[in-house]
């Protein structure tokens, strides 16, 4: 079975940053688009980053310039880096995958953020907490 496990989550004051690491297992890395999403209180649940299994990414605009998503393929694990965070970044972060396909692809929709939708496997969170 896919297991995805986050961790590095925590608090935090504004300005501060955050590694999100995500371990995946259970089957082929390489054959998943892989994303970030979030869960603030009160709000549904929204696509943070994305990569695909060409390298490709792309970013909430509430986010671009501030976070990273990268990959260790030989580790099998998922990151966010977060860079000058604020309150609003307050939020239950998620890992989550899908097997590989065109609509997952990054270059298929470039300019829309990930879509929880595409999306087939998920962790249990991580929460990210920060205070002005």
């Known amino acids: 079975a896919q297991v995805l496990v986050e961790s590095g989550g925590g608090s935090v004051q504004s300005g501060g940053a955050l590694r999100l690491s995500c371990t995946i297992s259970?089957?082929?890395?390489?054959?998943?688009?892989l994303a970030w999403f979030r869960q603030g209180p009160g709000k549904e649940r929204e696509g943070v980053a994305q990569i695909d299994s060409t390298g490709s990414t792309k970013y909430a605009d509430s986010v671009k310039g501030r976070f990273t998503i990268s990959q260790d393929t030989a580790k099998n694990t998922l990151f966010l880096d977060m860079h000058d965070l604020g309150p609003e970044d307050t939020a239950m972060y998620y890992c989550a995958a899908t097997l590989v396909s065109e609509i997952c692809m990054v270059r298929a929709r470039p300019n829309d953020p990930p879509s929880r939708f595409d999306f087939d496997y998920w962790g249990q969170g991580t929460q990210v907490t920060v205070s002005s």
């Open positions: 259970g089957y082929t890395y390489r054959r998943y688009c």
